[in-house]
């Protein structure tokens, strides 16, 4: 029988999915804006309803702290983001500190008195949409940015994350950065993948995550007349980006057989009907579990560029933009989670994730794991994701469950 | 020996470059914009200090006429336009306004009582970068396009063409049409192609222009995670735009050896790093001399975008915005201006052009004519554009030259 206070669970979800619901049952909530801040406050007046004590530090990430009955004892922290894709789902990010968010109530209905502290935070910035890179809540956290650095970031309209952070209030004191040791991170989210549903899995734990690398190239054609410029004489940036854009889809699957390419961003120059292209800047996302694989694929995507390059006379620029190596999360964690998930009456597996998560970055400064629910038909990152209830609340009962296991470890 | 005051011609020319001059010496000056506005005051006040009898109709094309010995004769109509491209360069159009206003200063300067009314013209909105469709003055002018219809056109933030002539003064009142018969037109333009420049000849006179068909296809993918979502289940509207982008480029030089195709605009939803694209918007510019090969590439494309969609699971949707039969020009007025380069000093030779102008609308309800001086490297539509100023100055002869003649034909 679930942990989990059901309707309260329900209503909690449904209230915070109405800060910036779309049309179509999406969340347009990108991070630090009006809905971003709207979806915080609300945030900390349910950790104020709580009794626990707030901190928001320089990154604008925001904690709460339930005491265990070893107050200088080393805290589990849990939790996950509330910054949503433009126009993405209500279940990327929100599930996880939703989660965290009932595991503390579920604590207080039950006068469950953990040994260790308790902290639950929603980081700042997963998603990595609005401002570069992403993850940089946990990235600032775990000492993988610089946290002058970051806040200098600006978006496509200039604005800095430290602006940002000011105009909506969470411009915070404290460092970021751990003040204590941690016990350990447990993380829960959706799949945003296919294999748990093909398997009829209420839940996955999550062995390891893909590495990746963010590549951004430009190229640098010529703009010119789309009358009487002959074709031959062109250099038009984007037949070249064209041609790229198929080379970056024919390595998929290249290397090894786990390898995904996607371009996800594309902007042409001058954009006009008439005029022939003189400057494209496209992105690349690259991913494989092998370390190996992601550098070749790098390498190879900028023997593809100079190919195209060279056939339309254009030239071009690549930079990376972000590297990560695959992520292994703790196995003694796992064991525990897995431990939870058989007492919990559901399914599970364990499963390699293929997005980075915080608790990627968590994982190298503590014992971090990670724990999925199926999305249906592995659709995310738009307003069609999808998670059946009872696949949510199995989640959140292991989550609660593990959760309690880990905060009375000694 | 040219007519041309020299050295009146290059401080007026520089004197409207300024306007709207970017840093690479180029013109951003979209139509109907402040710069545009700011370029329409000096013509007007130009046209006031020749005495002309100044008139704006309802789509902000400006008239200045000068009446002849024969104040009820037919006139002649003489121009091009001032609005540019987006950082595009200082000859395209500009040219053939200030060729017309120098022409009509000459008449002043040497007394000349032409026997018919000549009239300059500004047409509004030739390049339809800002606003669609392009010709769109000299289109409304010989009832190529309802009036009303394209005062509701509106730019990409949404302000419609009836409001921007509004906001910078130019919604005149006189009606779009011609009010009386028109003897000839006559415009000067640069070539915007490579093949004057390559024969070293220094005028072109045109006895055609290539038709064509201006395309908008949309192509309708699925949005997705960068990660975890498997190549094989993806429907990335961008793969499938690729792929069209360099189907429509293999159509050049197909069914006939002067076809050429350009994808100028291209826009990707959400344009998100880590996102799987949903939707592309672009367009397709495609022309030819030869009308039937226009169309039998038009249905080209569509099979195409048929083939590109099936193979990526994408669906798609394609328009034609616009089509234009190619023009072929008056033979009469052709010899006139063939005349007026036999007797001015300059290598001149017949041409195709490969863009529409004003002068191929204008051809349908008058006899008209267009002159070209070449383009160096044949460059347009950016700030690098460029011709000799001996070639300019020769163009302004011929068309001064030939101007006189029609003006005084019985």
């Known amino acids: 029988m679930t942990l989990v206070d059901t309707e309260r669970f329900e209503k909690t979800y449904e209230k915070y999915s109405e800060i910036g619901r779309t049309d179509r049952d999406g ?25 626990l004590d707030i901190r928001i530090d320089e990154i604008g990430n925001i904690f709460g702290r339930r005491d265990g009955t070893k107050p200088n ?16 789902g209500r279940y990327d ?70 602006a940002a952070l000011q105009n909506i209030g969470y411009d915070g004191e404290s460092p970021a950065k751990p003040m204590e040791d941690i016990h350990a991170y447990l993380e829960v989210h959706i799949e945003q993948g296919p294999v748990l549903e093909q398997n009829e899995t209420n839940v996955g734990i999550v062995d390891g ?60 120059s001058p954009d006009s009907i008439n005029v022939v292209p003189d400057e494209v800047t496209f992105s690349i996302d690259l991913r494989s579990y092998d370390d190996d694989t992601v550098a070749r694929g790098v390498e190879h995507i900028e023997k593809e560029l100079e190919t195209v390059c060279e056939r339309e006379g254009t030239e071009f620029e690549l930079e990376e933009l972000w590297r990560i190596p695959h992520t292994e999360f703790s196995p003694t964690v796992c064991d525990i989670v897995t431990e939870a998930a058989t007492e919990s009456d559901c399914s599970y597996q364990r499963i390699i994730g293929g997005a980075g998560h915080d608790a990627n970055y968590l994982n190298d400064i503590t014992d971090a794991a990670l724990l999925f629910v199926p999305s249906v038909d592995g659709k995310t990152h738009n307003e069609a994701e999808f998670t059946e209830w009872e696949d949510i609340l199995a989640g959140v009962d292991v989550f609660a469950r593990a959760t309690n296991q880990l905060a009375d470890q000694n």
Chains 1, 2 share one sequence.
């Open 93 to 162: 990010g929100q599930l996880g500190v939703l989660a965290a968010l009932e595991t503390l109530r579920l604590f207080e209905d039950r006068d469950i008195d953990t040994s260790r502290p308790v902290e639950i935070v929603n980081w700042t910035n997963e998603e990595g949409s609005r401002f570069k890179p992403a993850l940089m809540g946990s990235g600032v956290f775990t000492d993988k940015f610089e946290t002058e650095e970051i806040l200098s970031n600006t978006d496509r309209d200039g604005i800095s994350v430290e």
């Open 27 to 51: 969340l347009h909530r990108l991070t630090l804006s009006e809905t971003d801040a709207a979806v915080r406050d609300l945030f900390v007046a349910d950790l104020e309803d709580l009794g």
């Open 73 to 88: 004892a080393a805290p589990v922290l849990i939790g996950s983001h509330l910054d949503s894709q433009p126009y993405g």
């Open 209 to 268: 995550v893909f590495g990746m690398s963010w590549l951004e190239a430009t190229i640098y054609g010529e703009a010119d007349h789309a009358g009487p410029s002959p074709i031959h004489s062109r250099n038009d940036a984007l037949v070249a980006a064209a041609d790229a854009v198929t080379a970056i889809r024919r390595l998929s699957n290249r290397f090894s057989d786990d390898v995904v390419t996607t371009v996800g961003e594309f902007s042409v």
